[in-house]
């Protein structure tokens, strides 16, 4: 999960663009703060939500869930809002949160072409390869490449399915469960969910490695 | 409109690249950005569509060589401008010069809690759905100038409904101030040599969730 991040002034990865954006987005601040817009309070609870409280953490219990419990995967994958708010997970989801099921013949991939649709609700705000033009422009029509480039190799006859975004509804992939996870407890469980399996560029970590 | 942010099937943007342990947000004025436009969006000021055709609307090459939460803010500022809210003069200098205009509502910290999710946009249908599962279709070529959430590589391309997702807000008229216009959404699915010709991975298909408005009976 995201890490606090000191604010420095001289971010060499940044160059000028830093110094620039730190003028125009506090001109912006000060400009909307003074209008009455916009509350301080309430611009420093937003960021600490989206740092600290949502992120794939939330999807992982998800997922884990749905590894444990064959009636919550089957209503999860019949309506995933209905399903996530059941479990508590968050408050409040999007209408229209929809979950897809990885098989040995399927392997489901999620991407938003024309912007960054992401399911922020259980994944958090997304990794920015996510909202890059490498990933949008060939998840649709070379997904093996694009796995490729995350060390990603899928089995010659498992079919390839990208689900492009361009509406407000939410995709997140349920991963397979790894094998020789019998036994563990959802928390456990939880622990082998990255958030590249359920965006569908990875897969879910394997037991060894959380051992 | 047919502008750069439209990049599904386009070549030469080279590999994915993931960056290890990725932080939340990569600088202090992201964070501060990534608020402010959530806090102005809550005061009603613009929705999720018009955002997206400000950010669309970005010259080109400011678009492609922009970090995203630059282009975000650039757009908050197009859109703040046009709207009257707040000066080019003021942001330049960085000090209010006008009173500020009501709005709807003020985002205050305790509501923040009610308010980390995206807004609801299903909407209660004006008409019967045309299409089922099932139906095969044939998406639109269409080449509006303005916001559309029909990708340029999915026009014209006959593909199958695989579900009906309910009636909501179409971005094409809200986008612009025409209104919500509410309208059936569809999950239609493609082949991927319809969409990319004989040389297309075999197994692949693709598919994108298409407003009624979109699709015509194949």
Known sequence: ?211 | MDGVHDMGGMHGFGKVEAEKNEPVFHDEWERRVYALYRAISYAGVWCIDQARFAREQLPPDVYLASSYYRKWELGMEKQLVESGLAGADELAAGRVLRPGKPLKRKLTAAEVPNTVTRGSFARPPQKPARFKPGDRVRTKNIHPKTHTRLPRYARGRVGVIEALRGCHVFPDTVAIGKGEDPQWLYTVLFDGRELWGDNAEPSLKVSIEAFEPYLEPA
């Not at chain 1, 998840?139 to 492009?164: H, K, Y």
């Open chain 1, 1 to 211: 999960m995201a890490e606090k991040h000191e604010h420095t002034h001289d971010h060499s990865e940044h160059g000028s663009e830093l110094s620039e954006m730190q003028l125009r987005v506090r001109a912006l601040e000060t400009v909307l703060t003074e209008k009455g817009y916009v509350d301080p309070a309430a611009l420093d609870a937003i960021i600490e939500a989206y740092e600290t409280k949502v992120g794939p953490h939330v999807g992982a219990r998800v997922v884990a869930k749905a590894w444990s419990d064959p009636s919550f995967k089957q209503a999860l994958l019949e309506d995933g809002t209905k399903a996530v708010l059941a479990l508590g997970a968050i408050n409040r989801v999007g209408d229209h949160l929809i979950a897809v099921e990885n098989t040995p013949k399927l392997h489901n991939m999620i991407v938003c072409t024309l912007c960054s649709c992401y399911p922020w609700e259980v994944l958090g705000l997304p990794p920015v390869w996510y909202k890059s033009a490498p990933y949008r422009s060939r998840a649709v029509n070379d997904p093996r490449g694009v796995l490729a480039d995350f060390g990603v190799t899928l089995p010659a006859d498992t079919a390839i399915r990208v689900w492009d975004s361009t509406a407000e509804t939410r995709f997140i992939v349920l991963p397979m469960r790894p094998a020789t996870t019998e036994g563990w407890s959802e928390e456990k469980l939880a622990s082998l969910v990255t958030r590249d399996s359920m965006i569908g560029t990875g897969f879910p970590k394997q037991p060894a490695e959380v051992a």
